[in-house]
């Protein structure tokens, strides 16, 4: 398993993870934008990336509920 650093598109948070995950499209911890996981620098000298497509929500991590907020109306 090999880690690479990228950064956030939308709000440059700084992130890391293995290079399988790359193309996959994630939410983004810090502003919770969907980006997708850019190539590995390995992956990119040999050209075999493929970003994913239509995984938009496999990966969609809800916002917490906030206390303030009213309940859900049944």
């Known amino acids: 398993m090999s880690e690479f650093k990228f950064s956030c598109p ?3 948070q700084h992130l890391q993870c293995d290079e ?3 193309g996959k ?3 983004c911890p810090a502003c919770n934008h969907l980006i997708v ?3 590995s620098p390995a992956q990119q000298a040999q050209g075999n990336y493929t ?3 239509g995984q ?7 916002r917490a509920p906030n206390p303030k907020d009213p309940p859900p109306a049944q």
């Open 20 to 22: 399988r995950l790359s």
């Open 51 to 53: 970003p994913e497509s």
């Open 25 to 27: 499209q994630i939410q």
């Open 56 to 62: 938009t929500w496999a990966t969609f991590i809800p």
């Open 37 to 39: 996981i850019p190539p």
């Open 10 to 12: 939308r709000c440059e």
